[in-house]
């Protein structure tokens, strides 16, 4: 019988998009009717489970599923018999404890014996009980940001991304608890089989990864800049220098990263670079 790897992901919500698509971008071709619990993609031996979030680390915990994406949030709050495998760089936030506009706030210690209403206790009472706090946990599934506000709890502790929600419904962010982001989880030791196809998928992930992370470069210099051009972006081995037909210049192509592209952009103009062309990389192997 053929060996396939079980990914757990969202069935809907804020991870679904991003978890198909990174599998996408790996080359699997994923037939996902709506509504469906199981697929398999048609060029690459992995079973697709779509689940509830909150159930993913329970699923591999019980080996029913070999490997999910999760938000670190649930991978914590769970705490099930699982790994981190890799983390994934999408759905970003951060949980956060937020009270009322109108409280004055001057510190942890002004949440001593309050009432929290979070869908993270286990968390929560964990960061509490750090900060030497007592106060009331009041668990609820959904909805949390109207808890204050109905008289449930006089504070929230809540998933946190722009901090609209908050504002619109008259809460203040006061505290962070955890930053969060999507992630692979594993389980138990896999088989043999299983492992290598985890490896592949691994290798893919990553050349997606560093491929959004990075950008071809190609710019035209004098040829007495080249030496200190490849100081700043000497690409995955080195430049690659084309002589232009314009004397004594060169047409000189890399890679840079985006995390300090404008800092090198403006050290290459200083250096003479012009006619600066950047481009995407569709995928990047080291
Ligand atoms: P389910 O029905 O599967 O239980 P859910 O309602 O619990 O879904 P979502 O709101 O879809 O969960 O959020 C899933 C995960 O996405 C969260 O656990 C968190 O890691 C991340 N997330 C939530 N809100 C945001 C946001 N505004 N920005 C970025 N990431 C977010
Ligand atoms: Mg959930």
């Not at 080359?27 to 992995?46: D, E, H, M, Y």
């Not at 419904?169 to 138990?188: D, F, P, R, Y």
């Not at 990075?214 to 080195?238: F, H, Q, R, W």
Request: proline share 3%; glycine share 6%.
């Amino acid at each position: 019988m053929k060996t396939y790897l079980r990914i757990a992901i969202q069935k809907s919500g804020r991870l679904q998009e991003g978890s198909i698509d990174l599998l996408k971008e790996s080359g699997l071709t994923i037939s996902n009717g709506r509504g469906q619990l199981k697929t398999q993609a048609l060029n690459f031996p992995v079973e697709i489970l779509f689940l509830r979030d909150d159930d993913i680390p329970q699923y591999i915990e019980d080996r029913v599923a070999d490997i999910g994406i999760v938000g670190e949030n649930i991978f914590v709050e769970k705490n099930k018999n699982t790994t981190l495998i890799k983390r994934l760089d999408f759905a970003k936030c951060r949980l956060s404890i937020a009270v009322p506009k109108s409280l004055d706030y001057h510190g942890l210690s002004s949440l001593q014996g309050k009432n929290i209403a979070t869908s993270y206790p286990v968390i929560v009472r964990k960061y509490l009980k750090a900060n030497n706090i007592e106060a009331g946990i009041h668990e609820i599934s959904g909805s949390v940001e109207i808890a204050p506000g109905i008289g449930l709890a006089d504070a929230i502790c809540d998933i946190v991304s722009t901090g609209s929600t908050l504002l619109s419904n008259g809460l203040k962010e006061v505290e962070i608890v955890m930053q969060s982001e999507a992630i692979m989880i594993g389980g138990a030791e896999l088989t043999q089989e299983k492992q290598e196809i985890l490896d592949r998928l691994l290798f893919r992930l990553e050349a997606v990864n560093s491929a959004k992370n990075n950008k071809y470069i190609l710019l035209n210099c004098p040829n007495d800049a080249i030496e200190k051009i490849t100081s700043v972006i000497p690409g995955m081995k080195s430049p690659t220098i084309m002589p232009l037909s314009k004397k004594n210049w060169s047409s000189l192509h890399s890679v840079v990263n985006e995390n300090d592209f404008w800092e090198k952009i403006d050290q290459l103009k200083s250096f003479g670079a012009e006619g600066i062309l950047v481009i995407p990389i569709e995928k990047m192997i080291q």
